[in-house]
């Protein structure tokens, strides 16, 4: 199970973020990260993973900076008790794929499982983490993200996110609850911008408002 909680910011704000989070003592940066994500949806109509009785997603990951390349398959599920505390309580499963078996595994998922690509979308995260949190700052092409998730596997998972939220002087009323494609498709609507399926830097794109 994962417990975690998300903030949303201007671009203009990445800087400050980045630099608050660099001051705190006992936090170790990792380098900023390319990322391309892009996400599938069952072949059988029966296991729809978008219907909103599974409400999952099923994700191929690619992760390269200036040391090396990764790649992960992921599923990612919002449960009935996700929202019920101030932390989302999702479930959670990673596979990690040689990255050198990238193009057959793509082919495998295209063609031998026949799941349909539903959307994709690139960012650039920052990881700053201990043996207790992991918070990720994703730089999306339409905003700034903030992730705190527990990684203590001996404490209450909650009570780290919530102790962590506190710390780097954030307001978990503020946390958004749902996923990054719920955020985008809001921005889309309130802004009249045209949605894509391929959410990239090299599109026209809303943007989340620096808050007053």
Not at 133 to 147: A, K, L, T
Not at 170 to 178: E, M, P, S, T
Request: net charge neutral.
């Amino acid at each position: 199970m994962e417990y975690e909680v998300r903030f949303y910011y201007a671009n203009e704000e990445l800087n400050n973020i980045i630099k608050k989070l660099k001051e705190i003592p006992n936090l170790k940066g990792q380098p900023r990260t390319y990322e391309k994500t892009i996400q599938y949806n069952h072949s059988d109509e029966r296991f729809n993973f978008y219907s909103k009785e599974i409400d999952g997603r099923f994700r191929l990951r690619i992760s390269a900076n200036e040391k090396d390349t990764k790649c992960k398959l992921s599923w990612k599920r919002r449960l009935k008790s996700t929202t019920e505390t101030e932390v989302n309580k999702e479930e959670e499963k990673e596979v990690r794929i040689n990255p050198n078996d990238i193009d057959n595994f793509l082919f495998v998922i295209s063609n031998v499982m026949h799941f349909t690509t539903v959307e994709s979308y690139e960012r650039y995260r920052t990881v700053f983490e201990n043996d207790e949190v992991e918070i990720s700052v994703d730089e999306y092409p339409f905003g700034v993200c903030v992730e705190v998730e527990n990684k203590s596997t001996t404490k209450n998972p909650e009570a780290v996110v919530k102790n962590w939220v506190n710390k780097i002087g954030l307001n978990i009323k503020n946390a958004y609850r749902l996923s990054w494609d719920d955020k985008y498709m809001e921005l889309c609507e309130e802004q009249g911008v045209e949605k894509f399926n391929e959410v990239t830097f090299d599109r026209p794109m809303p943007s989340v408002k620096k808050r007053r």
